[in-house]
């Protein structure tokens, strides 16, 4: 279920409305609403979630009894062969067959009509770190199964993020029935949902038929051609993506609950280091507390952090799909963190420190590094990894970077970056922004401005309405 569809928004003012109306039923309400929003997947999708979700939920009870430590890793081997199954059987055993030369699979194989659960990538990951900090005593289990379910799957975030803690949320889902009615909240929530709309329906929209017309013929296309399509995606996912997250804070600003902020302007991002920092934060800073640290982190040395980065980003990209092209993303990723690593020791050891200070060193590294994260993007998008390098060849070519009858194109990037630009700097100066609005604009001309948004959002949602690129994840 879309958030910009009338079924969505009929689904949360009935849920705000009995949210509000009957506050010691917000649990059972909630946990129903979170059924009715799921079950748009498919039935036996929903009992699996369901069935998924009791077995986890048990499981970290049993891990305050003697065998917490058989529960812990019973429960998460669980999870992940859930995960495994549905996301990756068949394309482990295409790559078995490719290897071995041999016929695994038939046309009438019945793994060939598994059918991805939604939003499994994301519960699965949130239910691993809620096991684990359970083991480790740093959050304690849910009250009910009720209250853990609801914490797992509300609407909000379930299908694409943001990847909640159980610090950050269950105390949340615990306090339900103190939350009161706050116009604050609801503003905010306002602000959050109409810019979601606006990136996903005005721009990711928008820009979704040019960049499948481009990948559509990807042998063909020239390298300047290549940097356009790679340009493009890169604005259409951040804006498909971070449009969800953004409208997801927005629901829950609705019903009193934060959600973490998942997306903070990234081609802004002057190293992968910093990128990640930026791009989709919950899923870093999971690889980084769940795999990067497990692993050993930085405190085994330099050449043992470089192999744990490696691998961290590597299985950051295995997560995003279940194809070569995530696998190679991921190796990618992985290698410019290890190199820039390297980078920053071998900068402080000839004295260059100072170079982070300086302004025209930090716009030349943005430049640089997004380029560099658009050649990355080729192996997110690529159908086939053959393709996806042979672009990135073309893409490195010196006469690619003649554009040539793509002026056009090329005006649509740069306007498209200045918004990004222009984002960062809404947010930075957020709370100036609004004090300036409310006190040079009346509350009748704010609410016809207001009014004249909606009207445009709600005729651009009167399109075809495409789904969001990470549901596939």
């Avoid at 409305?17 to 999708?45: D, E, H, K, Q, S």
């Avoid at 939350?179 to 990136?199: C, D, H, P």
């Avoid at 909606?454 to 009167?462: E, I, S």
Wanted: aromatic share 20%.
């Amino acid at each position: 279920m879309l958030f910009h569809t009338p079924e969505f928004l009929t689904l949360m003012i009935v849920s705000l409305a009995l949210f509000y109306a009957l506050p010691r039923w917000r649990i059972p309400m909630l946990t129903i609403a979170n059924m009715v929003f799921y079950v748009v997947a498919g039935v036996g999708n929903l009992v699996l979630f369901l069935a998924m979700t009791a077995f986890t939920y048990y499981c970290s009870k049993g891990m305050r009894g003697p065998y917490s430590r058989f529960f812990l890793w019973f429960s998460i081997a669980v999870n992940v062969a859930n995960l495994l199954f549905f996301k990756y059987t068949t394309f482990l055993l295409r790559s078995a067959e490719n290897w071995l030369g041999i016929d695994l699979l038939t046309d009438n194989s019945f793994l060939l009509k598994i059918v991805l659960p939604i939003g499994i990538s994301f519960y699965t990951f949130q239910m691993i770190a809620y096991l684990v900090d359970v083991y480790k005593k740093r959050w304690e289990p849910a009250q009910s199964v009720f209250h853990f379910w609801v914490f797992i799957s509300f609407f909000a975030h379930l299908v694409a993020g943001p990847i909640m803690r159980g610090h950050e949320f269950m105390p949340q889902i615990d306090a339900l029935r103190s939350i009161r009615f706050n116009a604050a909240n609801f503003r905010l929530g306002a602000f959050f949902f109409a810019l979601g709309v606006f990136k996903k329906v005005v721009l990711a929209d928008y820009l979704t038929p040019y960049v499948d017309s481009f990948f559509a013929r990807i042998d063909t296309l020239s390298g300047a051609e290549g940097w356009i399509a790679a340009y493009l995606f890169a604005f259409q996912i951040f804006f498909d993506f971070s449009a969800y997250s953004e409208m997801a804070l927005g629901i829950a600003y609705f019903f009193g609950l934060e959600l973490a902020v998942n997306f903070r302007t990234p081609y802004l991002s002057r190293n992968p280091t910093e990128f990640w920092r930026r791009w989709h934060i919950t899923l870093s800073n999971w690889i980084k507390d769940y795999i990067y640290i497990p692993l050993g982190g930085s405190r085994k040395g330099e050449v043992r952090q470089y192999v744990n980065l490696f691998v961290a980003m590597t299985i950051s990209g295995i997560w995003h799909g279940a194809s070569w092209t995530f696998v190679a993303w991921g190796m990618f990723y992985g290698a410019l963190a290890t190199l820039h690593k390297m980078y920053i020791v071998l900068k402080e050891k000839l004295g260059l420190g100072f170079l982070d200070k300086s302004r025209i060193y930090q716009a030349v590294a943005i430049f640089v590094f997004f380029h560099i994260t658009c050649i990355a993007w080729v192996l997110f998008r690529a159908e086939g990894l053959r393709n996806a390098l042979s672009l990135i060849k073309r893409m490195l070519t010196p006469e690619a970077f003649h554009f040539a009858g793509l002026r056009t194109y090329l005006a649509i990037v740069l306007l498209l970056f200045a918004l990004h630009v222009a984002e960062y700097l809404l947010h930075k100066y957020r709370s100036h922004l609004a004090a300036w609005w409310h006190r040079w604009f009346p509350a009748p001309v704010r609410a016809i401005l207001y009014t004249a948004v909606v009207a445009v959002l709600v005729l651009f949602l009167k399109g075809e309405q495409n789904t969001f690129i990470y549901f596939q994840f």
